[in-house]
């Protein structure tokens, strides 16, 4: 067991800021992460996935540990369904790719989302009319106080858009150490609703898309929208879509008729953050060595050494502004330290 001390998370964060660990594990067995939970000297810990979802704004003071658990296996399987168990430090991508050549259905519309898999449950990441808790079955997590293994069922994990019991809760309670999905092997539900990947298929004249096939139309449109973190850091969408009342939004379109929208029930609609900012002025606009992106205003970059104060410096001044013209509240998404 290798405890270091004063380690840069900047390659741990897809937003690339330079801060530093004064302690850094990166465990590898679930052995292992028991044993560093006991040790005296060390009563604050910092767990650390694929630091896709956060916004680092100063050095961390607490052991950070980060979850390198691997592997992915079948647990059972049916005529028309299986049950694949993935390893929380398993890179999320990566899995859905793993599915897809295994012919399971149920993710493919999550393609291309950054970050681990022991992090996706705390999000319940989505995408694409697809979210997280649609596929999920189960999780395996740790106590973080009495090192105790339990199994988390869907309704345990109370799901909600963009959200979780993890970050409520029971937030820093639990250390997700694998996640359980129920997919499909036959007669896959294919969802081609978003507009975006029906014109991509019609792009390419696939008229009766495969999994494979909704999955590279995804991959093609993020690709086209959304910055590679390897080369522009980011934390892809920063902020939540917000859901307004039919009454809100009936006011809105008054004065915004083109304003775009979905129903979530008879009485909610749900907003695009990245349209509302667009149409704030922020599209593109850059602030020395960060900003927001030319092709996605959800998505706030770092172009070089910029601090994670500026770019939080920077969602405020968003949410400010969006709150003063269509007085909506804007909700970061990512989890900011």
Not at 47 to 63: A, P, Q, R
Not at 212 to 220: L, P, R, T, W
Not at 310 to 327: E, G, H, M
Request: charged share 20%.
């Amino acid at each position: 067991m290798n405890i270091q001390q004063n380690i840069s998370l900047k390659s741990y964060n897809t937003f690339g800021i330079d801060v530093s660990a004064k302690h850094f594990a990166s465990v590898n067995t679930i052995n292992e992460l028991q044993n560093i939970l006991k040790l005296k000297g060390y009563p604050n810990k910092f767990i650390l996935g694929g630091g896709s979802n956060m916004l680092l704004t100063k050095n961390i003071e607490s052991l950070v540990l980060h979850i390198n658990l691997k592997g992915i296996k079948t647990v059972s399987k049916t005529d028309s369904t299986v049950s694949v168990e993935a390893n929380a430090g398993e890179n999320w991508h990566k899995f859905v790719l793993w599915c897809i050549d295994n012919n399971y259905g149920g993710v493919e519309n999550l393609s291309l989302i950054p970050g681990n898999v022991g992090t996706a449950p705390i999000q319940n990441i989505g995408a694409y009319g697809v979210e997280l808790k649609d596929v999920f079955q189960s999780c395996e997590v740790l106590d973080i106080h009495s090192g105790e293994i339990r199994t988390f069922t869907k309704e345990d994990c109370q799901f909600d858009y963009r959200n979780s019991v993890f970050k409520n809760d029971l937030k820093g309670q639990y250390i997700i150490l694998s996640v359980t999905f129920k997919l499909s092997t036959q007669h896959h539900n294919i969802k081609t609703e978003y507009g975006a990947i029906k014109n991509e298929l019609e792009r390419n004249n696939i008229t009766k898309p495969t999994i494979k096939d909704v999955s590279n139309a995804v991959i093609a449109i993020r690709s086209s929208k959304l910055p590679d973190p390897s080369k522009i850091g980011n934390s892809g969408s920063f902020f939540k879509n917000p859901i307004i009342s039919k009454k809100q939004f009936d006011l809105l379109k008054q004065n915004f008729p083109n304003i775009p929208n979905y129903n979530v029930s008879n009485k909610l609609v749900k907003v695009p953050a990245g349209w509302l900012i667009e149409h704030a002025g922020f599209k593109g606009k850059t602030f020395d060595n960060y900003g927001v992106h030319k092709n996605q205003a959800l998505v706030l970059v770092n172009y070089g050494n910029a601090k994670g104060t500026d770019i939080l410096n920077l969602s405020k001044l968003i949410q400010k502004t969006i709150k003063r013209i269509f007085n909506i509240n804007l909700e970061a998404e990512v989890n900011i330290f």
